[in-house]
T-cell receptor
Framework: AQTVTQSQPEMSVQEAETVTLSCTYDTSESDYYLFWYKQPPSRQMILVIRQEAYKQQNATENRFSVNFQKAAKSFSLKISDSQLGDAAMYFCAYRRSLSGGGADGLTFGKGTHLIIQP | DTGVSQDPRHKITKRGQNVTFRCDPISEHNRLYWYRQTLGQGPEFLTYFQNEAQLEKSRLLSDRFSAERPKGSFSTLEIQRTEQGDSAMYLC????????????FGPGTRLTVT
C-alpha cells in the first residue's frame, strides 16, 4: 500500500517570503501522480498543483512550484511571495495511474498547517 | 459549473441512529469519490463510482456503511447504527476520469455522533 508522509505539522512564513513544504511517499509503482491540495479554514479543498511521475520537469503554477525527486520519493511544494490568502492546510496526495488498476482514490498525508505572518 | 455540493452540511445524531448524506457531483463528471476526514488528519478514501458502478471500497468502509449512485448522477452515503467513532467530516469529490484528472471536492458533511 502507498503511504504519504508530511513531517511538518505547522509552518510559519512572513508575507512576501518563500516557504517550502515537505512530502515523502512510499510506493512500489513506477507510474503515478502526485498532487498538492489546499484546504482553507471552513472551505473546500482545491487543487494547487499536480505532477506526473513520468515527467522529469518539475511542475509550476504561478507562485507555486514543486521539487520532484523520484528516486528519493520526495515531492516538496515551494510557495514564493507568500500572501495572506495562502494560509491554509496543505495536503500532499498520491494517486495510482490507471494502468496500475485497483483503487483510484487519493492517498493523503496528514497535512501541514501554513501560517502567514503579516 | 456549479461545483460539487453536499447535503446536509452538518448533522448531529445520537449513537445507534441511521444517517444519510447526499452528494451532487459536477454534471459531466463520471467518477465520484467519498472520503472521511477526522480532526488533524488528511482525508481517507472510502469508495468510488464510475457512473453507477461502485468499483472499489476501502477496508475503512465497514458493513454499516453503504453507498449508492443511482443512474450515475448524485450519490448517497448511509451509515447505519452510528457509533461515536463515525464522527468526522465526510467529503465527496468528482472528476472527469482517473489518473491526472483533478478531483473537485465538495464542502463536506460534518457528522457528530453523541
Amino acid at each position: 500500500a502507498q503511504t504519504v508522509t508530511q513531517s511538518q505539522p505547522e509552518m510559519s512564513v512572513q508575507e512576501a517570503e518563500t516557504v517550502t513544504l515537505s512530502c515523502t511517499y512510499d510506493t512500489s509503482e513506477s507510474d503515478y501522480y502526485l498532487f498538492w491540495y489546499k484546504q482553507p479554514p471552513s472551505r473546500q479543498m482545491i487543487l494547487v498543483i499536480r505532477q506526473e511521475a513520468y515527467k522529469q520537469q518539475n511542475a509550476t503554477e504561478n507562485r507555486f512550484s514543486v521539487n520532484f525527486q523520484k528516486a528519493a520519493k520526495s515531492f516538496s511544494l515551494k510557495i514564493s511571495d507568500s500572501q495572506l490568502g495562502d494560509a491554509a492546510m496543505y495536503f500532499c496526495a498520491y494517486r495510482r495511474s490507471l494502468s496500475g488498476g485497483g483503487a483510484d482514490g487519493l492517498t493523503f498525508g496528514k497535512g501541514t498547517h501554513l501560517i502567514i505572518q503579516p | 459549473d456549479t461545483g460539487v455540493s453536499q447535503d446536509p452540511r452538518h448533522k448531529i445524531t445520537k449513537r445507534g441512529q441511521n444517517v444519510t448524506f447526499r452528494c451532487d457531483p459536477i454534471s459531466e463528471h463520471n467518477r465520484l469519490y467519498w472520503y472521511r476526514q477526522t480532526l488533524g488528519q488528511g482525508p481517507e478514501f472510502l469508495t468510488y463510482f464510475q457512473n453507477e458502478a461502485q468499483l472499489e471500497k476501502s477496508r475503512l468502509l465497514s458493513d454499516r456503511f453503504s453507498a449508492e449512485r443511482p443512474k450515475g448522477s448524485f450519490s448517497t452515503l448511509e451509515i447505519q447504527r452510528t457509533e461515536q467513532g463515525d464522527s468526522a467530516m465526510y467529503l465527496c469529490a468528482s472528476s472527469r476520469g482517473a489518473g491526472p484528472y483533478e478531483q473537485y471536492f465538495g464542502p463536506g458533511t460534518r457528522l457528530t455522533v453523541t
